[in-house]
């Protein structure tokens, strides 16, 4: 799944067209590496968005095309929000 689907299908943000810009503005890490919105994401990987001074550091746990508002939280787990 790309990256900016996935922020958007977990609920990490709120639209995908933002999660689009986070990438493009190099506002998304995965591993360690700034990388595009067409990121194919893969179980393991560590995904960080900065925005502003906020920063969410998550790993990914379950890859799925949809989730609803309930189980969309089971697909990462939040290790650091600041």
């Given amino acids: 799944m790309r990256l900016d689907k996935y922020l958007k299908v977990s609920r990490l943000v709120k639209r995908r067209t933002i ?20 990121y194919e994401v893969k179980t393991g990987d560590i995904i960080t968005i900065s925005v502003a001074s906020h920063k969410t550091v998550a790993r990914v746990l379950l890859v799925s095309e949809y989730a609803t508002k309930e189980s969309a939280a089971a697909m990462y787990e939040l290790i650091s929000q600041t």
């Fill in 19 to 38: 999660a689009n810009e986070l990438c493009d503005a190099k506002h998304v890490e995965v591993n360690g590496k700034a990388t595009r919105a067409s």
